[in-house]
């Protein structure tokens, strides 16, 4: 395709041929004449391309730098566009290459982060003093935080005993309640049987019975 004629500057588009999976690669370079052409170099340039990555399009400047050199004085655009004719069939059939290489080179490092994963870190003395110190504070800190919610929740409450061996006084707390309420006590006398109505053997009929203590208290 002609740009312009002064200077002449035109575009050639480089198609690969299909590759295992029909797909194929593709440039568009751009040419122009200089004064002296051909006895000076055109310029050059890659102005688009397709399933190429940034390396190959620097080997086809390179190509065509070396090229151009060697076909210095001569017309030389048939033969710079042959070249990277040749040059992207050459990558077009790279490409299944290329792939397995990246597949094979990501199953490798998947690999290697699963064998790291379960080899670890080597325990040493000082990364073990370190773990030991944080899991301590980690634990102690867990403790607090029980200890916390026990005591918002009323779990740490003293128990009957606890309460017993902080205030002795409390032995005899319910006599002095009796001593205090004196006559007040009030006593449900239904409670209790009448004495006629229980069946209560005579003391002489009790073999544990002994006269002898009938003093005592």
Do not use: C
Request: hydrophobic share 30%; net charge negative.
């Amino acid at each position: 395709t002609v740009l312009s004629e002064k200077p002449t500057t035109f575009t050639i588009t480089v198609t690969s041929e299909a590759g295992e999976n029909d797909e194929t690669v593709q440039t568009t370079l751009k040419f122009t004449y200089r004064e002296k052409y051909p006895d000076e170099t055109p310029l050059y340039e890659v102005v688009s391309q397709e399933n190429l990555d940034d390396n190959d399009v620097m080997d086809i400047i390179k190509l065509l730098e070396q090229q151009a050199e060697e076909n210095l004085g001569m017309v030389m655009i048939f033969t710079l566009v042959s070249a990277v004719q040749e040059k992207v069939n050459e990558i077009v059939d790279q490409i299944k290459t290329r792939r397995e290489e990246e597949k094979k080179q990501k199953e490798r490092e998947a690999e290697e982060e699963e064998k790291q994963r379960f080899h670890g870190t080597p325990v040493t003395i000082e990364n073990f003093l370190n773990w030991k110190a944080k899991f301590d504070a980690e634990l102690l800190e867990i403790k607090r935080k029980k200890m916390k919610e026990e005591e918002q929740a009323g779990k740490n409450k003293l128990s009957g005993k606890q309460l017993f061996e902080m205030d002795h006084n409390l032995d005899t707390s319910d006599i002095q309640f009796l001593e205090e309420a004196g006559n007040n006590v009030e006593v449900d006398e239904s409670l209790f049987q009448e004495m006629d109505d229980l069946e209560l053997e005579d003391e002489e009929d009790d073999p544990d019975y002994n006269p002898v203590n009938l003093d005592s208290d």
